[in-house]
């Protein structure tokens, strides 16, 4: 089976511009998470989705982060606009319905605001 | 502040050694997953032990859970110069909670 793919794999912006990363999950996988690790530092929850809902985005710093699931399959984060803390690489994940199921991650998406 | 913080934050061994980690949480988990990063890659599962269990092996991994501590150690038995990689616990409640993790460098 195809795994999570994330796109693009590196993106590097300007402080103020935005950037859209884009997470295709495992087909069938109704879970779809988001996180960040900003270097050295823990690998931070940002958002969990159950099909297109939004289950939990207790983890999303702050409106300058918008995330989406239409139709429930692929995600995309966007963050509007950037900041310079915004930089650290932003993974996905994906996993089955079934509770605690394991985690599926893609490669990842660095994103570099100067 | 987030669970499943990993100790050592580094380690070096030589090849043919054993490698331990240790992982500590917060709050009352379903269970714990351990997970394994090579540079430049997502995470990749290595094995879960649930809260009712203490001890679990697969191939060369041995895992052991401490509820009362809110602890967990990975065992890596005849290490390789592949296991070099950052290692990371995911303590399970309603989310999957990671930490810091452990870089792992076997020396050939």
């Known amino acids: 089976e195809a795994g999570v793919t994330q796109f693009p794999s590196h993106s590097v912006i300007e402080k103020g511009q935005t950037v859209t990363l884009r997470c295709d999950p495992i087909s069938g996988h109704d879970n779809l998470y988001w996180y960040r690790r900003v270097m050295g530092k823990e690998i931070k929850f940002l958002l969990h989705?159950?099909?297109?809902?939004?289950?939990?985005e207790s983890g999303m710093p702050n409106n300058r982060f918008l995330a989406e699931r239409t139709g429930g399959t692929y995600s995309t984060l966007k963050v509007q606009p950037a900041e310079l803390e915004d930089s650290g690489v932003y993974f996905c994940a994906s996993s089955q319905v079934q509770a605690n199921s394991p985690l599926h991650f893609g490669n990842g998406t660095r994103l570099t605001v100067t | 502040s987030q669970q499943g913080e990993e100790d050592p934050q580094a380690l070096s061994i030589q090849e043919g050694e054993n490698a331990t980690m240790n992982c500590s949480y917060k709050?009352?988990?379903?269970?714990l997953q351990w997970y394994r990063q090579n540079s430049g890659r997502g995470l990749v599962h290595l094995i879960l032990?649930?809260?009712?269990?203490r001890e679990k092996h697969s191939g060369r991994l041995r895992v052991t859970l401490d509820t009362s501590k809110k602890s967990s150690s990975l065992l890596i038995t005849a290490s390789r110069a592949a296991d070099t990689a950052s290692y990371f616990c995911?303590?399970?409640?309603?989310?999957?909670?990671f930490g810091t993790g452990t870089r792992l460098k076997v020396l050939a």
């Open positions: 989705f159950v099909k297109e809902s939004k289950q939990d």
């Open positions: 995911a303590a399970i409640t309603y989310k999957y909670i």
């Open positions: 032990i649930r809260s009712n269990e």
């Open positions: 709050t009352s988990i379903n269970n």
